[in-house]
């Protein structure tokens, strides 16, 4: 079963936000009326295509095809601050997380993502020492599957990825939600190309933007510039 998870939604309960009490699996658990195997994980803030099992045998064959490089294709949609290159690979090596960490795996792991710059903007809001913010909606593919990966890579190369509170900036990303009328964290599971977890025919899920995005089609006549990159 695949499910088109809404910004805001974990996808099981966690200890790490305790006061929540709505999740993607009991829902989907509900839903159907039948127990539920998540394959992979978005985080809380992401929106898009989320896979589930229906039986335990093949989450763990999902489970095996998501730790292959080779075997499951993601991509991504995200607006970051700033104009990126037109296209380009972040190959920066990821410590894993704090929580990873008190159960023992502190290891440094190899972490690659594509990257590809759709349309560049300008919107009226100072940002630093300018007057205006630049940014851009991006197209990303994690190559290797590390937590938070996404959202850490793009701070790597300073294009951080807007209404990110732990890897952007504040001040920044309140004003650019106060400006388009929207807050979330940009960022958009869009597509999931794997082969059947049985038949082992191609498989190709998507998950289109929700209406949330249109605010930067019509950010367009408030922006100073809106530049499609080809």
């Avoid at 970051?80 to 008190?102: I, K, Q, S």
């Amino acid at each position: 079963m695949a499910v088109d998870k809404p910004p805001g939604l974990l996808v099981h309960r966690t200890g790490l936000d305790a006061g929540e009490t709505q999740f993607a699996l009991q829902l989907l658990r509900d839903q159907l009326g039948r127990p539920v195997w998540p394959a992979h994980r978005l985080d809380k803030g992401t929106s898009g295509v989320l896979l589930f099992a229906l039986d335990a045998e093949t989450a763990r064959v999902l489970g095996q095809a998501f730790e292959a490089p080779d075997q499951v294709r993601k991509t991504y949609r995200a607006v970051v601050r700033g104009w990126p290159a037109a296209e380009g690979l972040v190959d920066h090596p990821l410590r894993r997380l704090e929580d990873d960490a008190r159960a023992g795996r502190t290891e440094v792991q190899d972490a690659q993502t594509r990257y590809r710059t759709l349309q560049r903007y300008e919107l009226p809001l100072p940002d630093r020492d300018f007057s205006v913010t630049r940014c851009a909606l991006v197209e990303l593919q994690p190559l290797t599957g590390r937590r938070h990966q996404l959202r850490r890579h793009m701070k790597h190369i300073a294009h951080p990825i807007l209404g990110d509170a732990t890897h952007g900036k504040g001040p920044l990303n309140r004003a650019v939600a106060n400006f388009l009328g929207a807050q979330r964290l940009w960022l958009h599971a869009l597509r999931l190309e794997l082969p059947h977890p049985v038949s082992g025919v191609p498989l190709r899920i998507e998950a289109l933007c929700d209406q949330t995005w249109e605010v930067w089609d019509s950010s367009r006549s408030a922006a100073t510039v809106s530049v499609s990159v080809r």
